[in-house]
Each structure stands twice: as C-alpha cells, then as structure tokens.
Nanobody, 122 residues
Framework: QVQLVESGGGLVQAGGSLRLSCAAS????????MGWFRRAPGKEREFVAA???????YYADFVKGRFTISRDHAKNTVYLQMDSLKPEDTAVYYC????????????????WGQGTQVSVSS
C-alpha cells in the first residue's frame, strides 16, 4: 500500500520558516517527479513546487525565491523549505508523487498525501 505522509506544518509568524517533509512508503518514487500543492480556505488546490527524478525544480511564481524543494532518493522523501512566510501562505500543504504530464496540474499526479496545515500569523 502506497502512503505519502507529510509532516512539519504548524503555526509561525510572518517572516518565519518551516520545513515540510513527505515520506513515501510502499513504492519507490526515484524515477518520478514529486511535488507540493496547497489549498487555502475557499480556494482550489494550487501548484507550489515540483522536482523531477533528475533534480530539476519548478516553482509557482508566488513562492520563487522563498521556497525550496528538494528530495532524498535514499529516504524516498521530498522536502519543502519555506522561508519568508507570509499570511497568504496559510493553507493545507499536500505532497504528490508520480506525475504524468504537466507538473503543475493536480490531475497529473497519481498519489497524494493527507496534507499538513501551515498557518502564518501577521
């Protein structure tokens, strides 16, 4: 059974940092892209960042320069380092794995985690 388990969310003040982790089990994703999405209250799930099996990275414009995605193939884990957080970054953050197609589209990913809440206070 494939599982993606996110951790590292929480409450932080504006300007602070958090590091999200997504540990995968039941399948090795080293040959596939993995990504992070988020859903803010009242909004659709949106793309945040993705990384390919070769290490290429892609970011939504609103996180460029603030967030960094990385992965550890040996641990089957993907990370999202979030710096200079803003109140508008408040959302549930989801890990996604095994993409087929555009990396910034929700339907492209086969597996999803349950999400972790990130709240940024002003």
């Amino acid at each position: 059974q494939v599982q993606l388990v996110e951790s590292g969310g929480g409450l932080v003040q504006a300007g602070g940092s958090l590091r999200l982790s997504c540990a995968a089990s039941g399948r090795t994703f080293s040959r596939y892209a993995m990504g992070w999405f988020r859903r803010a209250p009242g909004k659709e799930r949106e793309f945040v960042a993705a990384t390919t099996s070769g290490g290429a990275t892609y970011y939504a414009d609103f996180v460029k320069g603030r967030f960094t995605i990385s992965r550890d193939h040996a641990k089957n884990t993907v990370y999202l380092q979030m710096d200079s957080l803003k109140p508008e970054d408040t959302a549930v953050y989801y890990c996604a794995a095994e993409a087929y197609g555009s990396l910034d589209r929700v339907p492209s990913y086969r597996y999803w985690g349950q999400g972790t809440q990130v709240s940024v206070s002003s």
